[in-house]
């Protein structure tokens, strides 16, 4: 079997900005609610069998904690936060297995789904279905595990996306904790970028063995005097850095692969679909579960 693990909070908010508003009776929007659900049940109809979704119930997490600058709710329109919780209701009716995320991020669920995934012998594959440079750090070389852009139609593995960031996979914390990731907050080390922190990082593997002193490096590295003294300065917040960026693999309670599987709607899904005008939503669901996988 294939499992198929979804960023939520990446659909919901991929669909706020692709479709039309619509408010309901309640004068509650929910027209990117309606377009992630529906591409949910579109997977299935392609052919989709255990399908995970991941969320964030709110944009903090314990990160936020460690360091006060990452991201936050600040400037998300108001219209699509409020539509989180019903997303996940929504979803959930739909006959979706849904983890949301309040310590945790959504992000890590998805990491740690992956690395359960990946163990069991059942399962074929497992395809992320995000865009973010984050989860790169899932992939494995032997295309057990692969990133899916569902917009694009492309997929990324790990040998495409060592090409791309021009490091391993799994290197993807420490590349980002040199150069920084804006959409998280993340500033990165001083003068380190995309091009000196590759070329250290397939050097030396770790941000952890990158010497901290020029004359101990052995690559040839424009400023690499400057880069040094900048990182020996700066290590300790290059180290929190890496923590941020490093996907948990631990969180709790996720099931096992064979538990995520859609078996369709559940009971009261056909209110759920009429409080958000989405009656087509329920004859879709109905006809799909009703279709032999």
């Known amino acids: 079997m294939k499992v198929h693990l979804i960023d939520g909070t990446y659909e919901l908010f991929r669909h706020f900005f692709a479709v039309p508003s619509h408010i309901n009776s309640d004068g509650q929007e929910i027209a990117a609610t309606r377009g992630a659900v529906g591409s949910l049940l579109l997977l299935v109809e392609e052919g989709a069998t255990h399908i995970a979704i991941a969320t964030d119930e709110v944009i903090t997490s314990f990160r936020n904690e460690l360091y006060a600058p990452y991201k936050t709710g600040e400037g998300v329109d108001p219209a699509l936060l409020s539509q989180f919780l019903l997303f996940q209701e929504v979803a959930a009716a739909a006959g979706f297995v ?14 740690t789904a992956a690395a ?10 497992v395809i992320i279905c995000s865009p973010d440079k984050d ?17 694009k139609q492309q997929i990324l593995d790990y040998e495409a996306a060592q090409k791309k960031f021009n490091v391993p996979p799994e290197a993807i914390p420490d590349y980002l904790a040199l150069v920084g990731d804006s959409a998280d907050g993340i500033e990165g080390v001083p003068h380190w970028g995309a091009k000196s922190a590759a070329t250290a990082l397939s050097r030396y593997g770790r941000l952890e063995d990158i010497p901290d002193e020029p004359g101990k490096w052995d690559i040839a590295l424009r400023g690499a005097p400057k880069l040094a003294a900048v990182l020996a300065d700066r290590k300790a917040d290059a180290q929190l850095f890496k923590q941020l960026t490093t996907l948990r693999t631990d969180v709790p309670n996720l099931g096992h692969p064979q538990s995520w599987q859609w078996q369709g709607p559940r009971a009261g899904f056909q209110q759920v679909c009429h409080s958000i005008d989405a009656p087509r939503l329920y004859e879709k669901a109905t006809r799909l579960a009703g279709s032999p996988n």
């Open 135 to 151: 989860l790169t750090q899932c992939l494995t070389p032997d295309r057990k595990v692969v990133q899916y852009d569902r917009r």
């Open 98 to 111: 849904v983890w949301p995320m309040v310590e945790f991020e959504a992000d890590d669920a998805i990491a």
């Open 116 to 125: 359960i995934a990946k163990a069991d012998p059942q399962v074929e594959q």
